[in-house]
Antibody
Framework: QVQLVESGGGVVQPGRSLRLSCAASGFTFSNYGMHWVRQAPGKGLEWVAVKSYDGRNEEYADSVKGRFTISRDNSKNTLDLQMNSLRVEDTAVYYC???????????????WGQGTMVIVSS | DIVMTQSPDSLAVSLGERATINCKSSQSVLYRSNNKNYLAWYQQKSGQPPKLLIHWASTRESGVPDRFSGSGSGTDFTLTISSLQAEDVAVYYCQQYYSSPLTFGGGTKVEIK
């Protein structure tokens, strides 16, 4: 079945780095732009970043621009998020999400992973 | 950035009664060339990822019960649960995908009265 599985979360000190990964299965990963969305504890959803299907285009939320880097490996069906210079306010569950259609990444998200928790704390 | 504002923040509804959630965008999310509203609704139950209920403002996702319906256009949208069931207890979010950055409303918590 169509599935997204995130990994790589954990506890990290402010200023340090962490790399998240999302493994996709059950669909043609290379056809879809892919997103990261996060949710701070007890808070709402915040879009973080997107990588186009072919890896040529990417966009970031202002809150993470210059610190986070999204990447993908279509040969391995994986989406990564390299998070540098982490801040306490980056503490959240990080979800990878797939848009509903493959011809653009500007669609609603019909497939979500279960999420991976990142805690930034000294 | 398009700001999405939901109301109310929470509501308690009796089983079998109607629940109505509102979502307002700071600018229109109606794409004139295809007459589609780039607006989605999600349901998030405790400890779970969000689940897509409705996209294009009123198109129900496959498998979503027909008691869920979406309406509205331009900047004002509504999610209606026609007859609330116990399993509908959740937080509901609207989202615009008209322009980047994609943005979500703050959420509406639905409980049983």
């Amino acid at each position: 079945q169509v599935q997204l599985v995130e990994s790589g979360g954990g506890v990290v000190q402010p200023g340090r780095s962490l790399r998240l990964s999302c493994a996709a299965s059950g669909f043609t990963f290379s056809n879809y732009g892919m997103h990261w969305v996060r949710q701070a504890p007890g808070k709402g959803l915040e879009w973080v970043a997107v990588k186009s299907y072919d890896g040529r285009n990417e966009e970031y939320a202002d809150s993470v621009k210059g610190r986070f880097t999204i990447s993908r490996d279509n040969s391995k069906n994986t989406l990564d998020l390299q998070m540098n210079s982490l801040r306490v306010e980056d503490t959240a569950v990080y979800y990878c999400a797939r848009p509903h259609y493959s011809d653009s990444y500007m669609y609603a998200f019909d497939i979500w992973g279960q999420g991976t928790m990142v805690i930034v704390s000294s | 950035d398009i700001v999405m504002t939901q109301s109310p923040d929470s509501l308690a509804v009796s089983l079998g009664e109607r629940a109505t959630i509102n979502c307002k965008s700071s600018q229109s999310v109606l794409y004139r060339s295809n007459n589609k509203n780039y607006l989605a609704w999600y349901q998030q139950k405790s400890g779970q990822p969000p689940k897509l209920l409705i996209h294009w403002a009123s198109t129900r996702e496959s498998g979503v019960p027909d008691r869920f319906s979406g309406s509205g256009s331009g900047t004002d949208f509504t999610l209606t649960i026609s007859s609330l069931q116990a399993e509908d207890v959740a937080v509901y979010y609207c989202q615009q995908y008209y322009s980047s950055p994609l943005t979500f409303g703050g959420g509406t918590k639905v409980e049983i009265k």
